[in-house]
């Protein structure tokens, strides 16, 4: 049994390799790259994932998993958990024909240049013909991966396999339930909070400066790890010791920065923090999109939009930006960054509202696979819902559709994640806050170490060996994501910032 | 034949897509990577090296290429090059042991690694032992691929193919004859030069936006390429359409940012002037490591080093540094950039010293591949001979035998080529000016298209379909490399400076 796991050990070291080769490239595509350098990296990308998807579908790993099926590792071994895994990887990879993986490879990649030219020149008409291709493909994959009640379904698996999209529909119902009158309710108090203070211009670089701060100070090694700047901020990773993230900075828009190297701090912690003997595995890393998202959302919101971070924080910004923040009182501070109020970019939006944004691609992206809504028509659609959701519509294209990468890298199926992370937070930091109830004391004299520490131990370290509802379990005993505690949460912290009843 | 020709086509792009990813890697490890990166990215290089060696090296290709050998295409076509460059390619490949290729890219990585702490630490003994598994593995390869007269044959013949190390040895022995005594003449006269303009501090940013001038105006194309920051300076390619030139900085060294991105942006013109009907094919890129240097020099040194590129670009120089240039006379600058001294640093040298450098390196490789010195007393090996050649000894490690990351990056046999690019430049460019007489003119002017498209036209393009000896032949008549134009150059350029008789 020991010469079958190292064997299947050393191809998926091979094939973990290749991925993380892609990796790179990726990351090089969004940073650094030329602009005359897309058409052959969609080609270098596209050879990576053919060759990759070739040597992991290959019937001897098959007959490796079944041999080793009959080992009796314990169930929280690594080995029985890579086993188990793997596995479940398999017979998905399987179940796509190497011609689909190679050209759904090119076509994302080519995707994310088309999507930001249109971006640059709001204008969804140059990116329609790409997007028709990509649904389809995805299309193709959902029938290739099959499905027992909904085409969703097949899509959402890749990114959270707990889930159905049924689900999704009831734990969502629940949220608008509760967030629909609160976003009503927040609206008629809307004088409250001023975030004046916020509409300022802040020097880039000095932005850059203090946000090395409190990423640092969470616990982002920057010897296993840096961060570069990006049209699209996101967190990636080559190993455990190479995890990178990117910000994107607004002269206008300071919070952009501040919250958005926090979001993908906590992403990078769960990489980063993943126990070394999973190095080069493929049970390193986040073990579902949803689960990733919780690390995500509690240190930029949990954590990073709390008044007990800035009673520390906040001195220290008035020592960077003294102009700006020199005469602003730190409640005033604290108020605004907490503002809510309906506005057409998810990823500035705040606690409240941004769940709505969810809402609403996650409904577009069910009516474009079910092919009930057609892309040519999806600009309008989307308007539409912004309209009915937040009472906004988007004056172009890049503020409206084509503001999210996801689509254009072949990613449908996803952005619900976003908001299962914004519940998983809170599920499992209510949790933590039973075994550490002085946490928000520590934050105030900027100590993060127990709270890294206490997710280190529950989550980060078992890398993918448990599944979501796995470690949902582990951790708070519940049976699956509920929704209370974010709920309990959004309301206590804006029924008191809004002076509500 | 098509269909065989198509199949071939279709291999070596992905074996070429999945070099261009190798080299992707390689990039990012010598300018973004933290260190913490290293073991994994040395994995990861290994694992593609092996699979691309793999894939190169099957039976298939040999069948193909046999087939192909049948066909009738003429000798210049694209076709008929492919093959017989491919063949080459092939022949060498398949004597190297699957097992030594992935060897010597884990050890290659983390040589990289090793050299560049023991550098920093100037600490020689640090690097040793992996610097003895490297002299290893190049003795290893050389075996693997065989020769007649002497080991360093079989090196030799990956960077420069048509030369042996004899060849090396005439032309170098030439080339002796004449410089020995013009450094010495040039001792004699080292009043008539002083660079005390060089000595002084420049901001680093400054020197960069400086450097972008000249840098596009000799013809890079920032939309294909981009220039980056590293500790020894490169060029790479992912494709024509995607070349990244590297450059470092030292507030006290302006010369060494100035005529360092001539020397890479000489490098990457002659990567992004491949013909567009061979992007993404084995054929693009340069012939040999000589020819590729003698492009580099061409702009750092004939160009970037005459008398009428400074006549446009001084006054240009003067308003980024008018603090330390506005009261220095052009002349004088002139001369400044042209002292020759003897120095500890090969990238530092002068264009008459350069040479010495090589030569040292060219002696202390053979005797290492021989056995007549043992890694252990290269340091001591490595000062005698700069004491002789130069009459310095190096302070520590890290000016003397840590300088260059050649050997830590596993090649041996590839210094050589520097000074064959010396001699190339002036080769080529003697016929260039039958041509184009005008040029200097033209430089005076900030005007470089004339020269950049003739060697676009007898060059570039080409990219790897004919070899060194057939370039020089069609180029210039000659049958194979001569010292004469480069010595003629440089005893003209300097006999002037300094006012020898």
């Given at each position: 049994m020991q010469a079958k796991l190292d064997t299947l050990n050393s191809k998926l070291k091979d094939i973990q390799n290749i991925n993380h080769a892609a990796a790179v490239l990726g990351w090089d595509q969004q940073t650094y790259m030329p602009p005359g350098g897309a058409a052959a990296r969609a080609e270098q990308l596209s050879t990576l994932s053919k060759i990759s998807h070739e040597m992991f579908t290959a019937a001897e790993i098959g007959e490796l998993l079944a041999d080793l099926a009959q080992a009796e590792f314990d169930y929280d071994s690594d080995e029985a958990s890579l086993i188990r895994v793997i596995q479940r990887d398999y017979d998905k990879a399987r179940k796509l024909p190497p011609k689909l993986v190679e050209e759904m490879s090119r076509t994302f990649s080519m995707g994310q240049q088309v999507w930001t030219k249109a971006r640059a020149e709001k204008d969804f008409s140059q990116f329609q013909d790409i997007l028709a291709k990509i649904v389809d493909l995805n299309i193709q994959v959902a029938e290739a991966y099959g499905y027992e009640e909904s085409i969703y379904d097949a899509l959402l698996d890749q990114y959270e396999p707990d889930m159905k999209a049924s689900d999704v529909q009831q734990v969502f119902d629940e949220l608008k339930a509760e967030l629909v009158p609160l976003v009503q309710a927040i609206a008629e108090h809307q004088e409250v909070v001023d975030d004046f203070v916020l509409q300022q211009e802040f020097d880039e670089q000095t932005q850059w400066d203090f946000g090395l701060l409190p990423l640092q100070a969470i616990g982002f090694d920057m010897q296993r790890g840096r961060q570069d700047k990006s049209a699209h901020p996101f967190t990636t990773s080559f190993s455990t010791n190479d995890v990178r993230i990117t910000t994107r900075f607004h002269r206008e828009m300071i919070a952009s920065a501040l919250f958005g190297t926090l979001h993908e701090g906590g992403h990078a912690l769960y990489e980063q923090n993943s126990?070394?003997?999973?190095?080069?595995?493929?049970?390193?890393?986040?073990?579902?999109l949803g689960v990733h998202e919780s690390q995500s959302r509690l240190w930029e919101n949990v954590v990073g939009r709390s008044r007990e971070f800035w009673q520390f924080y906040y001195p220290k910004l008035q020592e960077f930006f003294p102009k700006q923040f020199g005469a602003v009182d730190r409640e005033v501070f604290y108020r605004a960054i907490n503002k809510s109020k309906p506005s057409l970019i998810r990823v500035e939006a705040d606690e409240v509202t941004y769940n709505l944004h969810i809402f609403l691609r996650f409904e577009l992206e069910q009516a474009l696979l079910t092919n009930s809504l057609k892309v040519a028509d999806l600009p309008e659609a989307w308007n539409a819902k912004m309209e009915s959701y937040l009472g906004l519509t988007p004056p172009d294209d890049a503020k409206g559709v084509l503001q999210d990468i996801h689509w254009s890298g072949g990613m449908m199926g996803y952005f619900p994640t976003y908001t299962l992370g914004n519940i998983l937070s809170l599920q499992f930091y209510s949790q933590t806050l039973k075994d550490l109830p002085d946490l928000p004391e520590q934050f105030a004299k900027g100590e993060f170490g127990a709270l890294l520490e206490w997710f280190r131990e529950h989550i980060h370290r078992h890398g993918r060996k448990f599944t979501a509802n796995e470690l949902i379990q582990r951790v708070t005993g519940d049976d699956g994501i509920k929704a209370g505690p974010y709920l309990n949460y959004i309301k206590r912290k804006y029924s008191e910032i809004y002076e509500l009843a």
């Open positions: 126990d070394p003997t999973l190095e080069g595995t493929p049970l390193a890393g986040g073990t579902s």
